[in-house]
Antibody
Framework: QVQLVQSGAEVKKPGASVKVSCKASGYTFTSYYMHWVRQAPGQGLEWMGI????????SYAQKFQGRVTMTRDTSTSTVYMELSSLRSEDTAVYYC????????????????WGQGTTVTVSS | QSVLTQPPSVSGAPGQRVTISCTGSSSNIGAGYDVHWYQQLPGTAPKLLIY???NRPSGVPDRFSGSKSGTSASLAITGLQAEDEADYYC?????????????FGGGTKLTVL
């Protein structure tokens, strides 16, 4: 079945970096864009960026420019999100989610989500 | 402050109809970007409810419907059920200085009375 499986919870100190993985299975990896979305405790969803697994192109939210890097490994159908210079406000659950895009029909919404990875930033 | 504005909460009795609004601007919904809706139950990942303004993925009951007009969109839920109690988010794209950014509404908590 189609699924996205994320890496486990992380605890980091302020100023450190974290790299979260998202392994896709059950579909053609390069046919769907992959988003990263985070949710701070008790807060709403926040879009971080998107990667096209086919060519590796990325687009990041202005808020995270310079701090976030999204990459992919097509040999293992895995995407990665690395966030640097961590601060306490980065404590959140981080999700990957896929989206299909068609040049004729547009975007189809994030239809499959990972289980989420809790990142805790604390000294 | 979210780019897309949703009411923080709505409520309704079982069997009733409720609507959730999502208000944007000329740089996002008004620019022609589609709106998608997600349902999030406590402690779980969001679930796609409506895509492309008004389309339901397979398995989503037809009690859920979406619409878009101008710079706004709406999610309607008819025949409210206890299991519909959840947080709901609208999502679209915005033409920003850095290109095209995804944007979410702040979320609406639906309470079934």
């Amino acid at each position: 079945q189609v699924q996205l499986v994320q890496s486990g919870a992380e605890v980091k100190k302020p100023g450190a970096s974290v790299k979260v993985s998202c392994k896709a299975s059950g579909y053609t990896f390069t046919s769907y864009y992959m988003h990263w979305v985070r949710q701070a405790p008790g807060q709403g969803l926040e879009w971080m960026g998107i990667i096209n697994p086919s060519g590796g192109s990325t687009s990041y939210a202005q808020k995270f420019q310079g701090r976030v890097t999204m990459t992919r490994d097509t040999s293992t159908s895995t995407v990665y999100m690395e966030l640097s210079s961590l601060r306490s406000e980065d404590t959140a659950v981080y999700y990957c989610a896929r989206e299909e895009y068609s040049s004729s029909s547009g975007y189809y919404g994030m239809d499959v989500w990972g289980q989420g990875t809790t990142v805790t930033v604390s000294s | 402050q979210s780019v897309l504005t949703q009411p923080p909460s709505v409520s309704g009795a079982p069997g009733q109809r409720v609507t959730i609004s999502c208000t944007g601007s000329s740089s996002n919904i008004g620019a022609g970007y589609d709106v998608h809706w997600y349902q999030q139950l406590p402690g779980t990942a969001p679930k796609l409810l409506i895509y492309g303004n008004s389309n339901r993925p397979s398995g989503v009951p037809d009690r859920f419907s979406g619409s878009k007009s101008g710079t706004s969109a709406s999610l309607a839920i008819t025949g409210l059920q206890a299991e519909d109690e959840a947080d709901y988010y609208c999502q679209s794209y915005d033409s920003s200085l850095s290109g095209r950014e995804g944007v979410f509404g702040g979320g609406t908590k639906l309470t079934v009375l």
